[in-house]
């Protein structure tokens, strides 16, 4: 027994929830180890959506442990808004255990976040506004506060240095804010969320020493890594394999697979380069069939054919034993359907992902096709599996499943 690891491939919205909710059974708990209130999964559980923003997904299972790790940056008033929400739907086990030393969002975040992308102007990241970046930004330059700190005695004191801080640095966030206030909010968190509050990294080991198995849940996707993804138009924490032990405090020796998430076709939110974006009819095809709008955000995703190059670049990096396709009968009703194998760019063909921004964002994509299908039931038809045998071969990489609805029964085993 050890831990287990779902990873979306992409740029986030890969379904990795949906995997995460199928896996889990045979899991006794799951972990989220990074990004913050600017992540959503969205589940359907007996004809009921869920969407879960800090929450690990097995909290939708009555006997699963659900662990928020260190990685993973919290907004205290987001978080007991998922809380309540479940508890009154009758699907919160209270089996939540949250990191300690998971740093915390405070209102002056957003207004940061809020001010850098309309200064950013037509150089806008396009990021949730969820005030995510700022709150990294301050961990990693040390001024950030963390779950611990907010059951201190100094806690008052030190978010008035912070805050004290903030204003003599960027004097247009004076006003901006009323500190008494928000810290009267906060200590009102303290009673609330104390009592999931511990040392997950002893909880997590003490599980795996006892031989029990845990599933680690990423946020966001490989795509928007802050280290390999598309810099800089990516996310503010590791969403790569990395992530999951800085995130977590797990060490490698104690993980035992390693699993792909992607979309039979592509999605991206906000800004940044996206070789193989349908601005047509089947784009938006896609994204009705799709219901591709965020689970944070609600805005609209942008949609595209399958960039198996790419994929493979989050494949190798990761090291993945398997992978999952999501949403394979969204291309269902498609004539055609398409998959990038390759760029050309100022007349050479690359089969690579490049790292600068001015070539990805100016290749043309290198297309294999294939006819479309109609997925009835749960069998694939023979050009599906014509499809799904290419990707397969493409990335030399073990297709596991597919879904083919939202639904927890409409998946197809090809283990």
């Not at 006794?28 to 559980?45: E, I």
Request: proline share 4%; hydrophobic share 35%; with cysteine.
């Amino acid at each position: 027994m050890g831990a287990i690891a779902v990873i979306g491939l992409h740029w986030g919205d890969e379904g990795k929830g949906r995997i995460v909710d199928l896996l889990v059974k045979d899991c006794n708990g799951v972990v989220r180890y990074n990004g913050g209130p600017n992540a959503g999964h969205t589940l359907v559980v007996n004809g009921e959506t869920f969407k879960l923003h800090l929450i690990p997904s097995g909290i939708l299972h009555r006997d699963k442990i659900n662990v928020i790790g260190n990685g993973v940056i919290i907004d205290p008033k987001v978080l007991l808004e998922e809380i309540d929400e479940l508890k009154g739907r009758g699907f919160f086990n209270g089996k939540l255990y949250i990191s300690d030393r998971a740093p915390i969002l405070f209102p002056y975040h957003k207004i940061i976040d809020e001010l850098e992308e309309s200064f950013r102007g037509s150089f806008s990241l396009g990021t949730t506004k969820r005030g995510v970046g700022p709150g990294y930004t301050d961990e990693i330059n040390r001024s950030g506060l963390r779950m611990i700190d907010l059951f201190s005695d100094s806690f008052e004191e030190k978010l008035k240095r912070v805050w004290d801080l903030k204003v003599k640095i960027s004097p247009c966030l004076d006003g901006k804010v009323n500190i008494e206030d928000v810290i009267e909010d906060y200590k009102g968190y303290i009673e609330y969320l104390k009592s999931y509050t511990t040392d997950t990294i002893s909880l997590l080991h003490d599980l795996l020493a006892q031989g029990k198995r845990v599933l680690l849940e990423g946020a966001q996707g490989f795509l928007l890594d802050i280290d390999f993804g598309t810099y800089p138009y990516v996310s503010s924490s590791s969403s790569s394999i990395g992530g999951i032990f800085s995130g977590s405090g797990i060490n490698p020796k104690q993980l035992e697979k390693i699993f792909g998430v992607v979309k039979a076709y592509m999605t991206r939110v906000g800004a940044g380069p996206f070789p193989t974006e349908l601005k047509d009819d089947t784009g938006n095809y896609l994204r009705e069939r799709g219901r591709e709008y965020g689970t944070t955000t609600g805005r609209p995703r942008r949609c595209g054919w399958l960039d198996c190059v790419a994929t493979k670049y989050s494949c190798i990096i990761n090291g993945v034993d398997g992978i999952y396709i999501t949403k394979l009968d969204v291309l269902g009703g498609l004539s055609e359907v398409k998959v990038c194998i390759g760029y050309e760019y100022e007349g050479e063909r690359l089969y690579s992902f490049p790292s600068s921004l001015e070539i990805l964002e100016n290749c043309k994509p290198i297309y294999e096709r294939f006819p479309g299908w109609n997925i009835e039931g749960n069998e694939l038809p023979p050009n599906a599996k014509s499809y799904l045998k290419f990707i397969e071969d493409f990335l030399d990489t073990k297709i596991l499943g597919v879904s083919i609805g939202p639904e927890r029964e409409a998946f197809i085993d090809l283990c």
